[in-house]
């Protein structure tokens, strides 16, 4: 059974920073995960579905919604299977509950953002952020 599980959240101020960590096990040796990425669920929006915030790719490809661009880098260690990403000048509308996803599959560019295309996710790390 494949499992992910998330750390490093936690409560900062305004323009803080957190680098959130995400470790895939029970993986079939050899398994590589071709897309994996960074979701949110903001808490006042519980009916919005979770946003796509980062993703990347097999080869190292990376994207970032437009709110987090500059601010979040998204990286991987193959080597762990860990999946991380580098949060500064965060801000409050940052605050939210952030999954990590994976796929085995491909993921074309354009539908990486899109939740419905990860096969495994974890169980969420939250991330506060106050004025």
């Known amino acids: 059974q494949v499992l992910l599980v998330e750390s490093g959240g936690g409560s900062v101020q305004s323009g803080g920073s957190l680098r959130l960590s995400c470790v895939v096990s029970g993986s079939t040796y050899g398994t590589y995960y071709m897309a994996m990425a960074w979701f949110r669920q903001a808490p006042e929006a519980p009916g919005k579905g979770r946003e796509g915030v980062a993703t990347i790719d097999g080869d190292d490809a990376t994207t970032y919604s437009d709110a987090v661009d500059g601010r979040f880098t998204i990286s991987r260690d193959d080597a762990k299977n860990a999946l991380y990403l580098q949060m500064n000048s965060l801000k409050p509308e940052d605050t939210a509950m952030y999954y990590c996803?994976?796929?085995?599959?491909?993921?074309?560019?354009?539908?990486?953002?899109?939740?419905?295309?990860?096969?495994?996710w974890g169980q969420g790390t939250q991330v506060t952020v106050s004025s």
């Open positions: 996803a994976a796929n085995v599959g491909r993921i074309p560019r354009l539908h990486m953002m899109r939740g419905g295309n990860y096969q495994y």
